[in-house]
């Protein structure tokens, strides 16, 4: 199984980005997903998740900024970020977890099973 995010890169405060995490091996139809992000010198904190059949999502105080959504049918998981802050530069991280249940999200990063290689987003001011 392997998960891989992209779309990060460097953004002007203000800007906007959408990363995308793509399984290998994995159906996500299947599996509650989850964004996380990891600054420098700081702990992996908990963005948004989202169950499996995608009517229910869950966000950490990001002021609404951020978006979470799915394709089941292109295996993909979306993360819309807008008004960027430089306090938003982190490695970004996708997750997901395999579940019976289609309306289950999990917002702590020990309930996930797998994990991508992460994205690194920078926001210059």
């Known amino acids: 199984v392997q998960l891989q995010a992209f779309g990060g890169g460097l953004v002007q405060a203000g800007g906007s980005l959408r990363l995308s995490c793509a399984a290998s091996h994995l159906s996500l139809s299947r599996a509650a997903m989850g964004w996380f992000r990891q600054a420098p010198e700081k702990e992996r904190e908990f963005l948004a998740a989202i169950s499996w059949c995608g009517a229910n999502t869950s966000y950490s105080d990001s002021e609404g900024r951020f978006t979470i959504s799915r394709d089941n049918a292109k295996n993909t998981v979306y993360l819309q970020m807008n008004s960027l802050k430089p306090e938003d530069t982190a490695v970004y991280y996708c997750?997901?977890?395999?579940?019976?249940?289609?309306?289950?999200?999990?917002?702590?990063?020990?309930?996930?099973?797998?994990w991508g290689q992460g994205t690194l987003v920078t926001v210059s001011s």
């Open positions: 997750a997901a977890r395999e579940t019976y249940y289609s309306g289950t999200y999990y917002d702590r990063d020990n309930d996930y099973d797998y």
